[in-house]
């Protein structure tokens, strides 16, 4: 990438021509997909201050069945897993892969078709648990009317993404292709199984609860990390105009993640009635974690190093490097709170709640708004109308996934030794957690302030109010000319 | 890796073994399991749910029991804590009184879906059926503060119906004081001003009720004396109306009833 400052103004010329015409391919789809996902961010997000509140506050909207506690926690994951996580992850792919494939998007608009299609199922999914459909299998919540549009409207995803791969341009695959292509074939193989062995033919007894932790970890793993990952691969190198530090550590590191983090996951069955040797493998799997979470560490944080000021302009290098460090801290986390000895303290407690959030929004949620941030300008040639409305979502999200995170850590982790000690009645468990409950509805309400400020930015860029994409980008501060990269405009 | 053939099959392979190791051999492993019988005369067990029960255990899926209610006891030696005399002792689930013993696969061949939860904000509820009686499950899912004051759990108020009183009392009638019935899911309880005016009216009478089950008399002129009238006059029940379970808060507890998963001895239970 270096080497393009050198290449002739007749070849930026065509390559810039390339891009626009990429983008114009993808503009339909690929908004379609973001403005879904962004829609479902809040919807989720709404959700999830009920649901918080009722844990501080029982007495809060009380006496309505759809707004029990238990209906809007399954309402609230189905809304961030499959409607914003899902939507967002799917935009991602399809544009990266036509960008770095150097090919346009083919018949884009069965694209949208697709995107009814997750659009559709999460509806089913947020409303039919509301209304009392919910199963109560844990992230498979939504009714039995739901998958089928998932599984459809993914099956098209999956299907051009390959397509697109097929009819690149560019010979060279680089490290986000391997992570995108692998997602998408994983994602509709551990969808299927897991509603057919628990719902269409139920396997017997604890199987279920296997296939589902199963479906669980991987959904993060081999579904919304690759893609994340891959989304840091790109953004960092195209905004500070570097190369990756390393290429055979961004092999290592695929293909590690794609060994190890496929077999962890069932040390959240620890204890459990199911075979033993589970378990252990599992937790192997996720020692093994620091391989893959090293090598793509050092390459994220090795190709940043020295250029952490441009995190002062750039958005979406800001939130993109907010969310590859957090990735380094969280499976650092997740490999240890595999162990035996620690497991056995968080396990039931609100410690693991705190992780998963840890995951799903500061790494997973923080890349992609980072790259929302860079790809969303693109596809609307207009860029964000408001400078600051970026750095409110970027602090409150910040601000509210640290006070979230340390919150629920410490108090789930005393809450796990206590449900450990018989002596302690389970009453003064609950009442010691309250004060920790109470923190993670502030959390909320601060992470849903940055969302609203994100919705407002997205549906004033899609509106036209930001200035036409002629200059650089916004940034939160003009950067000095010296620093400004020549590669950073596209 | 500029070949998409080999991402292909190394994503296959990869995955392929995940899938064959920690979903496959289980299945294989777990799928033939039986029901337990000791001795050819007694009753197999487990045995599926049926009835009321198996209603139940719908209404307990589409209220998500499970993100706070775990099904499942751990072994003995599972987990640390230290005694008062410094000892290291394991196992809490059993002398929380969860279960006689840690449950196994087995207990759960008839379960679909397999709630063992992930999550303790409420206690464990593999074997509540054989922990609690049929009308302390109705109080408590109507408004569990009624008996735990730190509760933090749902008021399930609107699987019951509030009713005039024809005739008799039901014997189903939940029991429960006004101030839990007077404004279904919540806690009521008048202010002082609806208080001198609930006095001024029936103050006698609820005067002659108190007096009727108490020693001392209570000196309604003073505050103190007021508010612990108006304590008492909140746990009588409220005069003319009733409370009582629907089909669907029957079922729930007919569920709940039927979790006894901890109970029947089983040979690789043993530790």
Request: aromatic share 18%; no cysteine; hydrophobic share 35%.
């Given at each position: 990438m270096a080497a393009a400052t050198q290449t002739p103004d007749y070849d930026r010329q065509r390559a810039a021509a390339e891009r626009a015409a990429i983008d114009a391919s993808c503009r339909g789809p690929v908004l379609y997909f973001s403005a879904s996902a962004v829609f479902w961010l809040l919807i989720g997000s709404v959700l999830a201050i009920i649901a918080s509140t009722k844990m501080h506050s029982p007495y809060f909207l009380t006496g309505t069945p759809e707004l029990t506690f238990g209906r809007m926690r399954m309402a609230h994951l189905q809304a961030v897993a499959l409607g914003w996580s899902s939507m967002a992850t799917m935009a991602a792919s399809l544009w990266m892969m036509c960008r770095l494939a150097r090919a346009e998007l083919i018949y884009p608009k069965i694209l949208l078709a697709s995107a009814t299609l997750w659009n559709v199922g999460t509806f089913l999914a947020v409303f039919g648990i509301i209304f009392g459909g919910g199963q109560s299998v844990e992230w498979l919540d939504a009714p039995q009317y739901a998958p089928p549009f998932f599984i459809a409207g993914l099956g098209i995803v999956s299907a051009w993404v390959a397509a697109v791969f097929r009819r690149r341009r560019e010979p060279h695959v680089y490290v986000t292709q391997w992570y995108i292509l692998a997602a998408v074939f994983w994602f509709p193989w551990l969808y299927t199984v897991a509603v057919m062995m628990i719902f269409w033919s139920p396997a017997t007894g604890v199987v279920q609860p296997i296939v589902n932790w199963w479906f669980n970890h991987n959904f993060l793993?081999?579904?919304?990390?690759?893609?994340?990952?891959?989304?840091?691969?790109?953004?960092?190198?195209?905004?500070?105009?570097?190369?990756?530090?390393?290429?055979?550590l961004s092999i290592t590191g695929f293909w590690a993640l794609a060994l190890f983090y496929s077999w962890a996951g069932m040390h959240h069955l620890i204890g459990g009635p199911v075979p033993a040797w589970l378990v252990t493998a599992s937790v192997v799997g996720s020692m093994m974690m620091f391989i893959p979470v090293i090598a793509v560490a050092i390459n994220h944080h090795m190709t940043m190093l020295g250029h952490f000021h441009r995190a002062k302009y750039s958005p979406a290098l800001r939130f993109t490097v907010f969310g590859a460090i957090t990735y380094t801290w969280v499976s650092f986390q997740g490999a240890i709170e595999s162990l035996k000895s620690f497991s056995e303290v968080a396990h039931f407690t609100h410690y693991t709640v705190a992780h998963a959030h840890l995951g799903a929004y500061g790494f997973v949620a923080m890349i992609f708004f980072g790259l929302f941030y860079y790809m969303i300008p693109r596809l609307t040639g207009r860029e964000w109308a408001s400078a600051s409305l970026i750095r409110v979502h970027f602090w409150t999200a910040a601000v509210g996934i640290t006070i979230y995170f340390v919150g629920l850590s410490i108090g789930g982790w005393w809450q796990g030794r206590m449900l450990n000690d018989p002596n302690v009645p389970f009453g003064n468990i609950i009442t010691y957690l309250k004060p920790y409950f109470l923190t993670r509805t502030i959390a909320g309400i601060l992470m849903t302030t940055g969302h609203l400020a994100f919705a407002t930015l997205f549906i004033m860029n899609l509106a036209g109010w930001g200035k036409k994409r002629v200059g650089g980008p916004t940034y939160f501060v003009e950067p000095l000319k010296t620093t400004n990269s020549p590669n950073a405009k596209n | 890796m500029d070949r998409g053939m080999v991402i292909f099959l190394g994503s296959l392979l990869t995955f392929a073994s995940s899938w064959l190791g920690l979903v496959l051999?289980?299945?294989?492993?777990?799928?033939?399991?039986?029901?337990?019988?000791?001795?050819?005369?007694?009753?197999?067990?487990?045995?599926?749910?049926q009835g009321k029960a198996l209603e139940g255990k719908k209404i307990y899926q589409r209220e998500g029991c499970l993100y706070c209610h775990s099904q499942q006891v751990r072994s003995e030696t599972f987990g640390n804590w230290w005694d008062e005399n410094g000892n290291e002792r394991t196992g809490a689930d059993i002398k929380r009184g969860w279960g006689l013993r840690r449950t196994v696969s087995r207990d759960y061949i008839y379960d679909r879906p397999t709630m063992l939860g992930t999550m303790r904000t409420g206690p464990d509820l593999a074997n509540v059926g054989s922990r609690y009686s049929e009308s302390w499950q109705h109080?408590?899912?109507?408004?569990?503060?009624?008996?735990?004051?730190?509760?933090?759990?749902?008021?399930?108020?609107?699987?019951?119906?509030?009713?005039?009183?024809?005739?008799?009392?039901?014997?189903?009638?939940?029991?429960?004081?006004?101030?839990?019935?007077?404004?279904?899911?919540?806690?009521?309880?008048?202010?002082?001003?609806?208080?001198?005016?609930?006095?001024a009216n029936q103050g006698a009478a609820i005067m002659s009720q108190f007096l009727a089950g108490a020693a001392s008399d209570i000196d309604v002129t003073t505050p103190e004396g007021k508010k612990r009238l108006m304590e008492f006059w909140l746990t009588t029940e409220e005069e003319g109306f009733q409370i009582v379970p629907t089909d669907e808060a029957n079922a729930l507890n007919a569920y709940l009833l039927a979790l006894r998963k901890a109970e029947v001895p089983l040979p690789e239970a043993k530790e």
């Open positions: 793993g081999l579904w919304l990390t690759p893609v994340a990952v891959g989304t840091a691969y790109y953004i960092i190198p195209k905004v500070i105009g570097r190369p990756i530090h390393s290429y055979y | 051999f289980p299945f294989w492993q777990l799928q033939g399991e039986q029901p337990y019988q000791a001795d050819p005369a007694d009753d197999p067990y487990p045995r599926p749910l109080v408590h899912t109507f408004n569990p503060r009624a008996f735990n004051d730190w509760s933090v759990m749902p008021s399930f108020a609107y699987l019951y119906r509030k009713e005039k009183i024809v005739g008799e009392r039901s014997d189903n009638a939940l029991k429960l004081g006004r101030e839990w019935t007077i404004d279904p899911g919540y806690r009521w309880r008048p202010s002082a001003s609806e208080w001198d005016a609930i006095l």
